[in-house]
């Protein structure tokens, strides 16, 4: 029977190798990934994540590499990424307080919370992808939320790379609604790489600008004073693993956030990077 891993991608664009270099470890140690959409629509790659020319603004320099490109590539129009799970079907959505009848919907919504939990133990972990597509429709979505909540409540590996990382600040225990990475350590965008301007999404011609917020303020008041956030500007990769959470801070760390995902899942990888 194949392990499986649970992938969380954004219908407005996702950073290719985000998907590829993790995907490409996890498959070689048997996993199989199930994908899924906030609205069950096709995941697209954002079209500079497989554009060797494209230079990236706070880098100054051409981050998609040849390898990289052909890797997206291959899986962008793969049938792999056909008919994902639909999210807003499959996960139950938290009623409002103003709704009629709202105490016996709440109850119903917990109810239905369980049996999602009981289903979501055939899979071994959670797969947050990134790219700008996540800041409209993942990082403040109740129901990616409440499905790593409920990997948190397995204690099962929680993956986040690039903006996928956001989703942690926001994924609170609804009555509790503390940050679930306080006290541990974690990386992401660090502001020194944060665009300026371009920041945009697939299907759409806006331009935002830079980011809605900085990532790095986000995630240091989340961890709090007893943990730690590591932006490591400066250095080509930022993988940290504080079980059960790993973080990327971006496409370059790609490959390394796949090989110490598999580390965590077959050899018990608690601590990395930090």
Known sequence: ????????????????????????????????????????????????SYDTSYMDPPLGKCVTTPFDAEQVKSIKDSPKLDNPKNLSAWVPERPYYSTENFLRKLEAYYSELKKLEAELSEYAGILLVGGSGPLIDMVNNQRVHDLILAFRKMDKPIAAICYGVACLVFARDFNERKPIIEGKHVTGHCIEYDYHDGTGFVGTDLNIGPPPYVLEYML????????????????????????????ARSLQCSHEFGEQLVNMLDKGLKRYGW
């Open 1 to 48: 029977m194949a392990k499986k891993i649970l992938a969380i991608l954004s219908n407005y664009g996702y950073w290719g190798v985000e998907l590829t270099g993790p995907m490409v470890k996890l498959e070689q140690a048997g996993y199989e990934l199930t994908f899924a959409t906030p609205r069950g629509m096709r995941p697209v790659a954002l079209p500079p």
């Open 220 to 247: 240091r008041d989340a961890v709090g004073s007893g943990g730690g956030y590591h932006g490591n500007f400066g250095k080509e990769t930022s993988v940290i693993v504080d079980y059960p959470f790993i973080t």
